[in-house]
């Protein structure tokens, strides 16, 4: 049996809409074999069909191999599904890199990110899932970009799920001059902030206006804890994906008192770190 673990991803990272994304320490992991037919064990009841994404996954670049295998897979999956933490990316990236793995052939990262940014339909989540890190990507490209180690990373998982398809749905089709020009400002000053570690241009260029605004609306309970975040330590709170888990990078840790005031409201509170893409676990 081989094993592989894809890590949640954390995509837009505020004004880098459907082009930035960050890698973070919540691991989806698959123990793996070949079999004469598809088994998978640990899904959710409602995905354990032929249309599954790691399957589906598996199978195009099994395809692309030119290799007809069939497969085991033992899900233990910590990135919680429908969050905004890349839960779907996590099962493409997975499904793609073990036809790799069980056909003996080292993970072709670019491939697998390939397959996975076309069943995503956009690169910001499969980018770090397989490369690690902040990765900033446009269509086919991308490119991992510095993060200093500056800051602290916390993540907000509150009690329900926002659909992605919903929280894009509700987004404009077209912004005006200024707001294209204000967002790709403070995505340009966003990705210099992370990698220098300065906490004053983070908090200015950490606002965005193309998606939080609308979507702030799915996720209940948004503003007060943005308030209580951003009153407790220096830094920025954003929208996680699509939502609805949230993200702050801050200076310092949260204290703890803030911590329980948003776990009394249900959410759950965890600290993370930036991590590597996709590996193999040898064990
Ligand atoms: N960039 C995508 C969005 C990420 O915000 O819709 C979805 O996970």
Redesign the pocket.
């Known amino acids: 049996m081989k094993k592989i673990k894809v890590p949640a991803t954390s ?2 990272v505020g004004p880098g ?2 082009c930035l994304g960050l890698a973070l320490n919540i691991y989806d992991t698959f123990t793996i074999e070949q079999s004469d037919h598809d088994i998978l064990h640990g899904t959710d009841p409602r995905y354990n069909n032929s249309d599954n994404l790691f399957l589906k996954a598996f199978h195009e670049t099994c395809d692309m191999l030119k290799k007809d295998m069939h497969i085991e897979a033992d899900f233990q999956c910590d990135i919680p599904v429908s969050r ?1 933490l ?1 839960s779907s990316a996590a099962l493409i990236v997975g499904g793609a890199a073990s036809a790799f793995v069980l056909n003996n052939m080292p993970i072709d990262k670019d491939i697998v990110f390939a397959i996975a940014r076309e069943m995503e339909g ?1 690169p ?2 499969a980018a770090p899932a397989v490369y690690g890190g902040l990765c900033a990507s446009m269509e086919e490209t991308t490119v991992q970009l510095p993060l200093s180690d500056n800051f602290h990373y916390t993540v907000y998982i509150p009690p329900f799920e926002v659909s ?1 398809e919903e ?2 749905r509700i987004l404009p089709d077209s912004y005006p001059r200024n707001i294209a020009v204000k967002n790709t400002a403070h995505a340009i000053l966003l990705v210099q902030a992370l990698g220098s570690g300065n906490t004053e241009l983070l908090e200015k260029a950490g606002i965005d206006s193309i ?1 939080e605004p609308y979507r702030k609306t799915l996720i209940h309970g948004f503003d007060t804890i943005k308030e209580l975040v951003t009153n407790d330590v220096r830094g920025i709170f954003l929208i996680s ?2 939502g609805s888990t949230c993200l702050s990078i801050t200076e310092h840790s949260i204290s703890m008192d803030t911590e329980k005031k948003i776990a009394a409201m249900g959410w759950q509170v965890r600290h993370v770190n930036p991590t590597e893409g996709i590996a193999e676990v040898k064990e």
């Open positions: 995509a837009n809409f459907d905004g890349g956009h910001d989540n992605t929280a894009r998606h994906g699509s």
